[in-house]
């Protein structure tokens, strides 16, 4: 794992930026992290500050550009207390901005909400977050309704879940995981979810199959496990959907962090294959996809 040693939070001055900024702080102050934040202009965003105002007329770029600046001046101020934060403003496209950034300022983790000032509210990922998850290879920090921070409640990370699918990425996010945890001073579990046949291919497979499929998945963890040299506090296997199986166990297990794998190689789904995409849109709780 390495040292989240700058994060990267792209804002967008919503509430649900400043509920990002507590985890981003909590996170950063443990690994002594300077946090940047960005905030990127766009076309779109001058052509929506000019319907609210109910005007046709766009605001000169200078200006628009100014009016940017000045309030990212003192954006997060309370939330990033204490914590080393650079501040910084783009023209142009944010997914290519963010990942302009990611590269050039040497990121080493992405925090930031599933949906920000969007006028399409639904369960998907916000586009721009959407993108960025597809397009970068650096750990990413997502959260769900983050616009009510709970600011009356400490902020911890103290029960950790890993979901491992046991393919060709399952031991570095194992690894993440777990050298995470431990910094933290966090319980880890291990969930992995053995899909469902489909309805008669069970008997070919014995009346027992889900019993012998869970026993070879749990050899498979138990060996990830010496293999990275950690120690987790339960290996849970269980039969279903994984997508539901995982934010299920997340949600019984009262964990505050999930961390999931994304798809190391490129290709035409990008970095996060459709399961990962729906883990982090429907999770009880923040997700960490490494």
Request: net charge negative; hydrophobic share 45%.
């Amino acid at each position: 794992m390495t040292p989240l040693s700058r994060i990267l939070v792209p804002v967008d001055f919503s509430d649900q930026s400043l509920g990002m900024l507590r985890y981003a702080k909590l996170i950063a102050e443990r690994y002594s992290a300077e946090v940047t934040l960005l905030h990127v202009l766009s076309p779109g965003d001058a052509m929506a500050q000019a319907n609210l105002a109910g005007s046709k007329i766009l605001p000169a770029p200078p200006d628009f550009m100014a009016e940017a600046n000045e309030q990212m001046a003192t954006f997060g101020d309370y939330e990033l207390r204490g914590v080393t934060v650079r501040r910084l403003v783009y023209a142009g496209d944010p997914v290519e901005e963010i990942v302009r950034c990611i590269h050039t300022e040497g990121v080493k983790l992405v925090a930031m909400p599933t949906h920000g000032l969007g006028g399409l509210r639904r369960l998907l990922l916000g586009s721009v977050t959407a993108k960025v998850l597809h397009d970068v290879s650096c750990p990413v920090f997502t959260g769900v309704h983050l616009e009510q921070p709970p600011h009356h409640l400490p902020l911890i990370f103290s029960n950790v879940v890993c979901a491992v699918d046991l393919d060709s990425h399952s031991q570095e996010t194992l690894t993440w995981a777990a050298r995470f945890a431990s910094d933290f001073h966090a319980q880890l579990n291990i969930i992995h979810a053995v899909p469902a046949l489909e309805p008669g291919f069970e008997i070919p497979f014995g009346g027992d199959w889900k019993s012998d499929v869970a026993n070879l998945a749990r050899e498979d963890l138990q060996k990830l496990i010496a293999a990275i040299g950690s120690d987790v506090e339960g290996i849970y296997v269980q039969a279903g959907e994984p997508r539901k199986t995982v934010c299920s166990f997340a949600k019984s297990s009262g964990a505050d962090l999930l961390i999931i794998g994304r798809n190391p190689q490129e290709g035409m789904a990008g970095n996060l294959p459709t399961t990962s995409y729906a883990i982090i849109r429907e999770s009880p709780c923040p997700v960490i996809s490494v």
